[in-house]
């Protein structure tokens, strides 16, 4: 699996480097040449995700169509970001799913969302595709390509870091729960503050990240250590993936699945 996070065609400073805008055919161009190196390291049963925003997303369809075999283009919300007076605010990024071949692996089952129902349907007096419990009234729903329930790590989230384009380990993990089995190897050469790398090591993957910047690859060695302790990534609990800002409805459904098996464990 590879999981690729370049730097998006704008003007920005990572650490040390700097990335200069360019133009749309000068980004294709600087795109395709770092794709083409890392092609003959897959294997045709790989899967690729791509990261991009809306300058750079035409210039990777482009080359991606070229070598790869383009399936969806996921779009998210990115909630943060600076408001504008002559413009539309800047608030989804997009990501790029393609395989090597027809023959590729993908769970849908490991990526459902789990959200409130608003109006729940009974049938017969019976919930109908939804669940009823003491922390309200649940549906697991199929993945889309438009993602709603993701949060930017800000300054009091455990996984953030002062790198300035850092994604949400919810992200990823939804990236590797669908397309690679435990054990399976991630490789990611733009690694930056060590997100793919961290969220494979919490699933049971191998994983393979390549950083330039010193400061960033020590980011990532200290998070992916402290990974081995705790392997909690928010927003993911028991299987499945919560719509953003549910995490009391999580944390009272888990104490309520505990205080059920207390009664049976006490009953038995």
């Not at 919300?77 to 997009?94: F, L």
């Not at 009974?122 to 939804?130: E, F, L, V």
């Not at 953003?244 to 699945?257: F, G, I, P």
């Amino acid at each position: 699996m590879l999981i690729l996070d370049p730097p998006y065609n704008l003007t920005k400073t990572f650490g040390q480097e700097t990335f200069r805008e360019t133009t749309l055919n000068g980004y294709e161009e600087y795109f395709e040449e770092k794709l083409v190196k890392l092609l003959p390291l897959l294997k045709s049963t790989a899967t690729l995700y791509v990261c991009g925003d809306w300058k750079s997303s035409a210039a990777l369809h482009r080359v991606l169509e070229r070598h790869v075999i383009v399936r969806n283009r996921i779009t998210w919300e990115r909630e943060k970001g600076r408001g504008a007076k002559t413009n539309w605010k800047n608030a989804s990024e997009d990501i790029w799913f393609c395989t090597v071949s027809e023959n590729y692996y993908f769970d849908v089952e490991a990526v459902k969302v789990k959200r409130k129902v608003i109006a729940p349907y009974r049938q017969n007096g019976a919930p109908k595709d939804w669940e009823e419990t003491r922390a309200g009234d649940f549906r697991l729903t199929h993945p889309s390509n438009l993602w709603t329930d993701l949060t930017v790590p800000f300054w009091s989230m455990p996984e953030n870091t002062d790198h300035p384009t850092q994604k949400p380990e919810k992200l990823i993990a939804k990236l590797i729960l669908a397309s690679s089995r435990k054990n399976d190897l991630v490789l990611d050469p733009f690694l930056g503050s060590g997100t793919t790398a961290v969220v494979a090591k919490k699933l049971g993957r191998a994983f393979l990240g390549i950083e330039l910047d010193e400061v960033y690859a020590c980011i990532s060695a200290k998070r992916i250590a402290l990974a081995e302790r705790d392997k909690k990534i928010q927003g993911y609990s028991g299987g499945v993936f919560w719509e953003r800002n549910s995490l009391n409805m999580q944390e009272q459904e888990t104490k309520t699945n505990s205080s059920e098996l207390s009664l049976f464990e006490n009953a038995s």
